[in-house]
């Protein structure tokens, strides 16, 4: 495609309740990152993917967060068991390689926990 | 790991006026700073970048500075005009391949 595509775009799920969040990024990007962000907070780094392996997960809030990612291709967010703080957008982004170029926001997928 | 701390939180000026964001950074390996702009319910998007290597770059109504050595840097916009009014965020990241680590963001508004 021709930019980072996230799905849904809009989840409403009920607490205690398993979500899976989706991203699939720029064909060729081998960097992947997931945010998140609380209503009209900043960006919360959550995990960083280079290729399938993850060097740093250090921003996920608690062990009911996982993620993974097949190969240089889709990444997908869990989070078990959710709670009602976990209402916020999560964005992904790519980037072509490691270091200094721009990443490349999907649209996010806005999850409210009821 | 890396901090980056942004201010102001927010700025209001006048149609015209420029604007000025500010970013500190913990990390002296950081070598790449992008700014991005995000308009009420979009994606962030790349305004302006600049690398370790120089001091300054310019495009258009937009300019950034880094002083490496007291490792900080800005955001400037000139002649604003209403449609800059959004949420700008700065980030840092070291060269080899580590997270994107980005600051708390500006709600800059520019008043007609």
């Known amino acids: 495609g021709a930019g980072v595509s996230q799905s849904p775009s809009n989840k409403v799920t009920e607490k205690g309740k398993d979500v899976e969040l989706r991203c699939d990024p720029i064909s060729g990007h081998t960097a992947l990152y997931w945010y998140r962000q609380r209503l009209g907070q900043g960006l919360e780094f959550l995990i960083y993917?280079?290729?399938?392996?993850?060097?740093?997960k250090s921003g996920l809030p608690s062990d009911r967060f996982s993620a993974e990612r097949t190969g240089e291709s889709v990444s997908t967010l869990t989070i078990q068991r959710t709670q009602q703080e976990d209402s916020a957008v999560y964005l992904c982004?790519?980037?072509?390689?490691?270091?200094?170029?721009?990443?490349?926001f999907g649209q996010g997928t806005r999850l409210t926990v009821v | 790991g890396e901090n980056v701390e942004q201010h102001p939180s927010t700025l209001s000026v006048q149609e015209g006026d420029s604007a000025v964001i500010k970013c500190t950074y913990s990390d002296s390996a950081s070598n790449y700073f992008p700014w991005y702009k995000q308009e009420l319910g979009k994606r962030p998007q790349l305004i302006i970048d600049?690398?370790?290597?120089?001091g300054e770059k310019k495009d258009q109504r937009i300019a950034v500075t880094l002083n490496k050595t007291a490792k900080h840097f800005s955001l400037h916009i000139t002649e604003t005009q209403p449609e800059d009014s959004a949420v700008y965020f700065c980030a840092a990241s070291k060269p080899s391949g580590s997270r994107l680590t980005f600051g708390e963001g500006t709600q800059l508004t520019v008043n007609p």
């Open positions: 982004a790519s980037r072509p390689d490691r270091g200094r170029t721009e990443a490349f």
């Open positions: 993917f280079q290729g399938n392996s993850a060097p740093d």
């Open positions: 600049i690398r370790s290597n120089v």
